[in-house]
């Protein structure tokens, strides 16, 4: 009677087991955005920029939320819902109406809104890109025209 008693205990104990085995090893729909990448530098009004994130462990279905708060206000406003890529990415397009600062969040799909995710902080100038709004080229100076638009690319100012 003890023998078939153990023998239950060891088949309940393993059946317990495999269940909780395949609860954990089940795919979700959802995945963890690691970043928010796209623009080097200032952005510039009027231009149109591809902002990225990319999600661990993509899963058939998986979605990407991207959000801004545009300058001067609190007010959070969606770029729109993409699918995950297969190699793991979810892009949108964006293009700064106005200078100041921007925020961006990106959320996977089981994220309501624009809390928790990957964030960006972004300024906008409203100078236009390749342009310091002058007629001259600041390559022609000699000795430093150079390394001076080198410094200026890496501030994002052309």
Avoid: C
Avoid at 77 to 100: E, R
Wanted: charge should be neutral; proline fraction near 6%.
């Amino acid at each position: 009677m003890a023998t078939r008693r153990i023998r239950q205990l060891i088949i309940g104990g393993a059946a317990t087991a495999a269940t909780a085995l395949a609860v954990i090893s089940a795919p979700t729909a959802s995945a963890a955005t690691y970043g928010i990448t796209g623009v080097n530098g200032l952005a510039h009004v009027g231009t149109t920029y591809t902002l990225s994130t990319h999600v661990g462990a993509p899963n058939a279905g998986t979605q990407v939320g991207f959000w801004v708060v545009n300058p001067g206000s609190s007010t959070v406003v969606s770029l729109g819902t993409v699918p995950v890529d297969a190699s793991g990415n979810a892009s949108v397009t964006w293009s700064p109406t106005a200078a100041g600062q921007y925020t961006f969040t990106a959320n996977d799909d089981l994220t309501v809104g624009p809390n928790g995710g990957s964030t960006l902080g972004l300024q906008a100038t409203a100078v236009p890109e390749g342009s310091m709004g002058g007629t001259g080229s600041f390559s022609a100076i000699p000795v430093i025209g150079g390394p001076l638009v080198a410094l200026m690319k890496l501030m994002g100012l052309v």
